[in-house]
């Protein structure tokens, strides 16, 4: 009889033991298997400090970035020389927009596409798919004009032209812009475009693109890249 008591403890402890190795065990696998989970999640986050822009963030995050990015000044370099450009702080939305795409390098690779002679010469587009890749990864979104700073397009302004869609408030197509050439000014574009800047040196280079030999639709018979814009003190 005493060894069946004996027998019975034996197994009852051995049992308890059983049970709570069991769950230890089974809540150290599930702190770990959380862990792991979260690694994979992190590691899984895109890697950027911006949100997607869409054209309903798009004016509050510049307001915003106008806040701590006060730089107004950039080179655009291509195969012809240098373009240096003040951008105007009156319209801030759209020179935060320029100063933003310059440290994102999206303008890097891109293309002066549109060039007439005496009049502008367009870039900020081409038609590699690295372009498409870019814009598809900092967002779709447009900027509403800003037409009343009392600036006009006089010859050197740089300016931004209105998106291809319908567009009858002619919002801002912010991945490019055009430089006028045009001596006397295009002032006939007054009020529709919104100016943000200027030339300061390398007219002589906007010229000599300008003049470059193009097909019927102002595309250059030769690529003109823009092969970085970089801010500049």
């Given at each position: 009889?005493?060894?069946?008591?004996?027998?019975?403890?034996?197994?009852?402890?051995?049992?308890?033991?059983?049970?709570?190795?069991?769950?230890?065990?089974?809540?150290?696998?599930?702190?770990?298997?959380?862990?792991?989970?979260?690694?994979?999640?992190?590691?899984?986050?895109p890697d950027?400090?911006?949100?997607?822009?869409?054209?309903?963030?798009?004016?509050?995050?510049?307001?915003?970035?106008?806040?701590?990015?006060?730089?107004?000044?950039v080179r655009?370099?291509?195969?012809?020389?240098?373009?240096?450009?003040?951008?105007?702080?009156?319209?801030?939305?759209?020179?935060?927009?320029?100063?933003?795409?310059?440290?994102?390098?999206?303008?890097?690779?891109?293309?002066?596409?549109?060039?007439?002679?005496?009049?502008?010469?367009?870039?900020?587009?081409?038609?590699?798919?690295?372009?498409?890749?870019?814009?598809?990864?900092?967002?779709?979104?447009?900027?509403?004009?800003?037409?009343?700073?009392?600036?006009?397009?006089?010859?050197?302004?740089?300016?931004?032209?209105?998106?291809?869609?319908?567009?009858?408030?002619?919002?801002?197509?912010?991945?490019?812009?055009?430089?006028?050439?045009?001596?006397?000014?295009?002032?006939?574009?007054?009020?529709?475009?919104?100016?943000?800047?200027?030339v300061i040196?390398?007219?002589?280079?906007?010229?000599?693109?300008?003049?470059?030999?193009?097909?019927?639709?102002?595309?250059?018979?030769?690529?003109?890249?823009?092969?970085?814009?970089?801010?500049?003190?």
């Amino acid at each position: 009889m005493r060894l069946i008591i004996l027998l019975s403890m034996f197994f009852l402890f051995t049992n308890c033991e059983d049970k709570q190795t069991k769950k230890k065990t089974t809540k150290e696998d599930l702190t770990k298997s959380d862990t792991l989970q979260t690694i994979k999640n992190d590691s899984e986050k895109p890697d950027r400090r911006y949100p997607k822009l869409d054209s309903k963030n798009a004016m509050f995050f510049f307001q915003e970035y106008d806040k701590k990015h006060k730089e107004n000044k950039v080179r655009i370099t291509t195969d012809f020389g240098n373009i240096d450009i003040l951008l105007f702080n009156e319209t801030k939305y759209h020179r935060s927009n320029f100063i933003f795409l310059t440290k994102q390098k999206y303008f890097d690779g891109t293309q002066f596409y549109r060039v007439i002679d005496n009049y502008i010469i367009q870039g900020g587009n081409s038609d590699d798919v690295k372009t498409a890749r870019k814009r598809s990864k900092i967002g779709k979104y447009l900027l509403p004009p800003d037409t009343k700073r009392g600036f006009t397009h006089e010859r050197g302004v740089i300016s931004m032209p209105s998106s291809e869609i319908d567009n009858p408030h002619k919002l801002a197509s912010p991945y490019e812009f055009f430089i006028v050439c045009q001596k006397g000014g295009a002032h006939f574009l007054d009020g529709d475009y919104t100016i943000f800047g200027r030339v300061i040196s390398g007219m002589d280079v906007v010229d000599e693109i300008a003049a470059v030999e193009t097909e019927d639709g102002d595309w250059p018979l030769r690529n003109i890249y823009i092969r970085k814009v970089e801010i500049i003190d």
